[in-house]
Structure formats: C-alpha cells, structure tokens
C-alpha cells in the first residue's frame, strides 16, 4: 500500500465518517460511498408527512471515551450535538445525522452508491455497483474500508476472494421501529419505556419531539424488543405498524393518530463483536471498522473507525 493512494471508505455511518475525517486530517485522498440518500447509516432521522421528522435509528449517545467525549464537547460547543434525557446522554443536532455530517464536511462523499463488488486492478481496487458500472468514476484505490454492517462486508470481500478474520463470527439483533405521530397529550417523560426483558414487546419508548433542535409535540419513536422483532422480521410494514401501535396504546395514552410508519433493521444491535478495534490486512489494503468490532455503541463505531484510520496511517508512514 502506498502513501500517495487514494482510500475507498464504504459506508458513511459514524464509523466511515470518523476514519475519513481522521486520514482526511492527515492528509489523504479519501473518497465515502454510501449507498443510501445520505450520510449517517443507523444515526438516522426519517421525514414525515407535515415536516414531522423521527429519530427512528441510534435514540442517543454516550462519551464515556475520553476521546470520543472530547470530539461531542466540541459539538456540543458548535451546536452539532446536545445533552437529552439525562444519564450522560446526548443526540445530534438537529438530527442525529448532523455529527456524521459534520465529520465528514469537505469529504468526497457519495451517496446513493452501493458498492456492489471489489475488483482487483494490479496492486490497486476499482469498485463495481450490482449492473458491473464503475463507480467513483473509475478510480483506481490503493486501500478498501469496510464500514457496513459485516453480513455485508463479508459479501464484497467473499465476492473478491478475501476474508478478514473474525468478522464472520459477528451477530447483529434486528429492530422494527414504530414511528408515530398523535394528537393525544405528550407523555410526561422524555424517555417513556426502557425495558431490558427479552420478552417484553418494546425495548424502548421515547418521546422524540422532546430532543432538542426538534419541534415539540406528540411524535414517539418505539423500538420493538430484539424477540419481538426477530418473530416479526418477514412481516409486511403496514401490518407490524399496525401490531406495535396497539401494544403500545397499553402503554402511553394516545389521542388520535396522525402518521405511523414502521421500519425494519435487519441488522440494528451488535450481539457478538469481534472484540478487536478494527481489522486490517496491509498485503490486500482491506479493512473493516464499526460496531461490529467493539459492540452495539455508537461511541463504540467512532472508535472503531479511528482507529482503523490510524492503522492505515501507522502502515503507510
Ligand atoms: C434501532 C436502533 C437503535 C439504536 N440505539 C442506539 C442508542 O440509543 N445508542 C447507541 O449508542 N447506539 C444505538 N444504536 C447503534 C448505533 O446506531 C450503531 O452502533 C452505529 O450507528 C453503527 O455505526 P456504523 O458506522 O458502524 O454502521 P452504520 O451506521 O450501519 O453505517 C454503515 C453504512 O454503510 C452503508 N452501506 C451498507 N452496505 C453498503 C454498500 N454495499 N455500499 C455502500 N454503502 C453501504 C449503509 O447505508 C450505512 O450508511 C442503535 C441502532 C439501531 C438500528
């Protein structure tokens, strides 16, 4: 791998946005595919009907890192980031999309790019999406970031013959997320529901216009347990939405119900990390970073993808 390459990052989560942000520093060409509308990944704020908006991925994050709390102070202190709900929470500002934008400001960032394969050029990789087209204009990258999910990771490596050891024995929990607009009175708590028994319906229940930089009013974001979810996973959205509103009427006093919507993370919560800060293999210049390596955190993804950046750096001084 040489100094000079060009560095294909794909995902633009918090975990691709801290390992471009950190090369970029540092003077690499970096270029961020992202196959959705745009950056983010599971930090993710949906629109509604009527400008309603919904954190209906990550609900918060903590710093318990010193360095990560180090980078939320200074979004907090430019106003990317806030405190919410107590017990060292904090959300984006004003969705949680905004600190993976920040991060990856003056970035060459695409999005609505998936990467569909990797394809081996000499010592370099150009990258393919599902009709064979190039993508990123042809370019030719001396080094390959992984920061999907590793179910998906580990398709584009097994589709150009590698592998990278222990990111196969990752375990992500899905989640069906009920978003709901009602017309009823706001519930008294930020945070409605925090429910750790596996068998409970929902895992969590929170008021979302209650965060701030959103508007007030009676919008709640419910995440359906781990079992429930993984029981409902083939069903059709309408009809979960339909389900997780009535359990959720034995929860929350609703008044009329304005908007729902329910969305499905096939891959929400990791189970089993690899237990590494990022993996990496200099002969091929493929790595991956994410929760997956550390655990279910966004703390844990930013780490993750710094210090997969810092292997790149340390390999390539
Ligand atoms: C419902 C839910 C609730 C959560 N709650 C919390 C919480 O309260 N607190 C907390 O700390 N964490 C929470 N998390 C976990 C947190 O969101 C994740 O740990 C973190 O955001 C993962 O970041 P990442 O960069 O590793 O992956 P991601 O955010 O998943 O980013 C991966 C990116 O890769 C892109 N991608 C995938 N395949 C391709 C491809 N082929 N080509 C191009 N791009 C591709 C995706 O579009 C995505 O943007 C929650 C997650 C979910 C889903």
């Known amino acids: 791998?040489?100094?000079?390459?060009?560095?294909?990052?794909?995902?633009?989560?918090?975990?691709?946005?801290?390992?471009?942000?950190?090369?970029?520093?540092?003077?690499?060409?970096?270029?961020?595919?992202?196959?959705?509308?745009?950056?983010?990944?599971?930090?993710?704020?949906?629109?509604?009907p009527d400008s309603l908006r919904f954190d209906h991925g990550a609900q918060y994050f903590t710093a318990r890192d010193p360095l990560f709390a180090a980078v939320v102070e200074s979004w907090a202190a430019r106003g990317v980031a806030a405190p919410w709900g107590g017990a060292g929470r904090h959300v984006g500002t004003p969705g949680m999309t905004a600190p993976v934008r920040d991060l990856l400001d003056g970035i060459d960032l695409r999005c609505g790019r998936a990467v569909d394969r990797l394809v081996r050029d000499g010592r370099d990789w150009r990258l393919a999406d599902a009709e064979g087209a190039a993508l990123a204009d042809g370019a030719a990258f001396a080094?390959?970031?992984?920061?999907?999910?590793?179910?998906?990771?580990?398709?584009?490596?097994?589709?150009a013959g590698h592998d990278l050891p222990g990111l196969a024995e990752v375990r992500y929990a899905p989640c069906w997320t009920l978003m709901l607009a009602h017309d009823g009175p706001p519930a008294p708590d930020a945070v409605v529901r925090e429910d750790r028994d596996p068998d409970a319906t929902f895992a969590w229940v929170a008021r979302d216009g209650s965060k701030p930089g959103r508007e007030a009013g009676g919008t709640l974001v419910a995440h359906a347990s781990p079992a429930w979810s993984r029981a409902s996973l083939e069903c059709a959205a309408e009809d979960v939405a339909e389900q997780l509103l009535a359990a959720l009427r034995d929860l929350v006093p609703l008044g009329e119900v304005r908007h729902r919507a329910a969305h499905r993370w096939r891959y929400a919560a990791v189970e089993r990390a690899v237990g590494e800060p990022c993996l990496f293999a200099p002969e091929t210049g493929l790595g991956f970073a994410g929760d997956g390596c550390l655990g279910p955190r966004v703390e844990f993804a930013y780490l993750s993808g710094l210090a997969l950046a810092e292997r790149v750096l340390g390999e390539t001084a």
């Open 143 to 159: 080094s390959v970031l992984l920061t999907c999910p590793s179910p998906q990771s580990l398709a584009l490596l097994a589709g």
């Open 1 to 48: 791998m040489s100094r000079d390459g060009t560095i294909a990052i794909i995902g633009a989560g918090i975990a691709g946005a801290a390992a471009a942000h950190r090369l970029h520093a540092a003077g690499r060409r970096v270029v961020v595919l992202d196959k959705g509308r745009g950056p983010g990944g599971r930090m993710a704020t949906r629109r509604g």
